[in-house]
């Protein structure tokens, strides 16, 4: 995978979470700040987008 990878899945799948986290995904806050969202966004680590909005340590 190169830098503008991304991935998404479920929020309660917690083994995939802890599986992209592992490898250096940042999850983002989407689709808005406050929002319980049913998907998850996560982002590798020089994805491009990652100075343009916000993400979760």
Do not use: K, S
């Given at each position: ?42 982002l590798a680590p020089r994805h491009p987008a990652l100075s ?6």
């Open positions: 995978m190169d830098d503008r990878a991304w991935a998404v899945t479920d929020h309660q799948d917690a083994a995939a979470l802890n599986f992209f986290r592992c490898r250096g995904r940042r999850r983002t806050v989407y689709p808005q700040p406050g929002a319980r969202p049913t998907q998850i966004v996560l343009e909005i916000p993400v979760l340590p």
